[in-house]
């Protein structure tokens, strides 16, 4: 499965995706002109309407947080994940995220 959000704006927050954590192997791909623009991929487990979010991270721990092009392996499963651009005037981000619901070695 995947999930992309397009054209996303500088402080910009993508729709929520629900019901992430079926699918344990996530990878995530940002592109497009960041100028000055940072992409943060968060997540949480809150079910309620004003969900915390927090910022995932790489396997080695590394916050998923990118100021270029990027493609990374995220770590937590969690139940809802979006990403959240922030500064810069860019306006061509696009974040693509694979879910599958094994994982490959």
Request: hydrophobic share 40%; net charge negative; proline share 5%.
């Amino acid at each position: 499965l995947i999930v992309t959000w397009a054209a996303l704006d500088a402080d910009d927050t993508g729709q929520p995706y629900a019901c992430a954590a079926g699918f344990p192997d996530k990878c995530v791909q940002i592109t497009g002109t960041f100028d000055t623009t940072t992409v943060i991929l968060q997540g949480t487990n809150d079910t309620g309407a004003s969900p915390t979010y927090a910022t995932l991270t790489d396997p080695q721990g590394n916050a998923i947080s990118k100021t270029a092009a990027a493609i990374e392996q995220v770590l937590e499963n969690v139940y809802k994940i979006r990403p959240s651009v922030s500064g810069g005037a860019s306006t061509a981000i696009t974040v693509k995220l694979l879910m599958t619901t094994v994982a490959r070695r």
